[in-house]
């Protein structure tokens, strides 16, 4: 603990130098900056910290990939689930936030081709905060532990004005195995998994899967060019691989595999609200995995793995990033992701 009762320090002042200045006017606010700029911008700051020659990947894909032994590689990576950004007290059963927040790690790891193997979990929680409470948001995270063979091997409990779970995993990729998300080629047929959209309507976004089995049939029996989980929704992170591989995707939104709970009802008026299709590009929190494959192997891509449906969405058109959605009229719309930002 770090800050007594009312704010104040209590033992370590942060130390007042060896911090890279920052350029940028000191008012500007993180919203003001965005999400992506201000990863841009920590990353900048790092240094050569990041490039150490036990680093194969730093920031910028699921995970990070470190050099560990001749067979195996080290998947490191960190996820921080929060009370009012992530759920909701009175919506969500506290198991299932336990669950949510080991299963998003699990989802990154098995996005790299990897197996899950060790995770801590840091746990903020307000004072008023009732025992059992805890103990359900513990037994979500053994569940999800045990369901996907990790260890829980440590953690930090500590005071906070809302309900934080902040979990770092640990997993391990056979090199052969390792899909990123720049691999993407011009000729490749993009896939996704499971059905997508309304996630946060149907409380699916909390009581998800990951896709380790899909992802390891995948890796085991194909060569994937690039995967990833989805997490900010199909748009918003078909924009991110894109950037990551410069290449442009074309999906096709009758092919679009749309979940039930992303039809919206109708308002008290009789009114639809946006179209289905609309959710399944635009929702967040699906934890989908979504991979592309050279088109020679799109044929040995099966409908199903372990009762989750596949389903090819689009290829890979162009050099240089971009995405572009085949309407049902046939027009051709460049596809603007409208997903969940945080700032
Ligand atoms: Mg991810």
């Not at 998994?193 to 998800?208: C, D, I, K, N």
């Not at 691989?241 to 009789?270: K, L, N, Q, Y």
């Amino acid at each position: 603990m770090c800050y007594g009762q009312q704010g104040l320090p209590l033992r370590h002042p942060l130390p007042t130098t060896r911090y890279a200045p920052l350029s940028m006017s000191s008012t500007r606010t993180v919203a003001q900056l965005g999400e992506v700029r201000l990863i841009q911008r920590l990353r900048k700051q790092l240094g050569p910290g990041a490039k150490a020659s036990s680093v194969l990947v730093g920031i910028g894909d699921d995970t990070a990939v470190l050099r560990w032994t001749a067979k195996e590689h080290l998947l490191f990576a960190s996820d921080m689930l929060v009370e009012n950004v992530h759920f909701r007290r009175e919506r969500v059963r506290p198991r299932w936030i336990g669950w949510k927040a080991l299963a998003r790690n699990v989802s990154d790891v098995a996005a790299m081709g990897g197996l899950p193997r060790h995770a801590v979990v840091s746990l903020g929680l307000p004072p008023h905060t009732s025992v059992r409470f805890a103990d359900e948001v513990y037994a979500g995270l053994w569940r999800c532990a045990r369901r996907f063979g990790l260890a829980i091997v440590g953690g930090d409990t500590v005071r906070a004005p809302v309900v934080v779970v902040d979990v770092a995993i640990l997993g391990t990729v056979r090199p052969a195995h390792l899909v990123l998300r720049s691999g993407a080629r011009v000729g490749d047929e993009v896939f996704v998994t499971g059905r997508l959209g309304g996630s946060l309507a149907s409380g699916r976004h909390a009581t998800f899967m990951p896709r380790v089995q899909q992802a390891q049939w995948l890796v085991r029996h194909l060569k994937v060019h690039a995967m990833m989980d989805l997490s900010d929704g199909l748009a918003s992170d078909l924009w991110q691989m894109s950037r990551a591989s410069r290449v442009t995707f074309r999906i096709r939104a009758a092919d679009i595999p749309v979940s039930r709970a992303a039809c919206p009802p109708r308002d008290s008026r009789g009114r639809r609200g946006r179209q289905a299709v609309w959710h399944a590009l635009m929702d967040g929190e699906d934890f989908e995995l979504v991979c592309v494959v050279p088109a020679r192997a799109a044929n040995r891509v099966p409908r199903m793995i372990g009762r989750v449906p596949v389903t090819a969405i689009g290829d890979v058109v162009a050099r240089g990033a971009g995405v572009e959605l085949v309407g049902t009229d046939g027009r051709i719309r460049p596809l603007i992701p409208e997903g969940f930002k945080h700032f």
